[in-house]
């Protein structure tokens, strides 16, 4: 099912800055190694999510649902100095790969990742967030 017309997904293929070469290669591994990839937020939206994050330049960001950590990757490009993402990912057996990620960008200091169910999570972690990214749980949106 395309819910964009394949006239506008090429013009933002073709305008939209390119893929960094990490998140190209998280975007290639998650599609070879992956059960469901297309949960993966991918190219068009993460160079969104990255805009929207330098534009608001966050101290804090609450992403719910990090799969493979792409979105979060995006997202933390654009937190202020001093800022922090937390991460909330159901599947736990997704850890090595959202560490070596988070690792190779050099943003893992920046990036806090919690293993659970987000609705027990997020009342702990006791924060104001700048911005959030809903991404998990689309069934009961």
Do not use: W
């Given at each position: ?18 893929e960094p070469g990490l998140l190209a290669a998280l975007n290639r591994e998650t599609n070879t ?59 736990d057996e997704n850890e090595p790969k959202i560490t070596e990620y988070f690792k190779k960008s ?36």
């Open positions: 099912m395309n819910i964009i017309p394949d006239d506008i997904q090429k013009y933002a293929e073709k305008y939209t800055t390119k190694d992956f059960l469901f990839p297309r949960m993966l937020s991918g190219h068009l939206q993460g160079r969104f999510l990255s805009m929207i994050s330098a534009l608001v330049n966050p101290r804090r960001i609450l992403e719910i649902g990090t799969f493979t950590g792409y979105s979060a990757i995006c997202l933390a490009e654009g937190l202020s100095r001093d800022g922090i993402l937390h991460t909330i990912e159901l599947n050099g943003l893992d200091q920046k990036i806090k990742i919690h293993f659970g169910d987000a609705l027990e999570i997020i009342p702990a972690l006791n924060e104001t967030f700048d911005l959030v990214f809903l991404d998990a749980d689309k069934e009961n949106y």
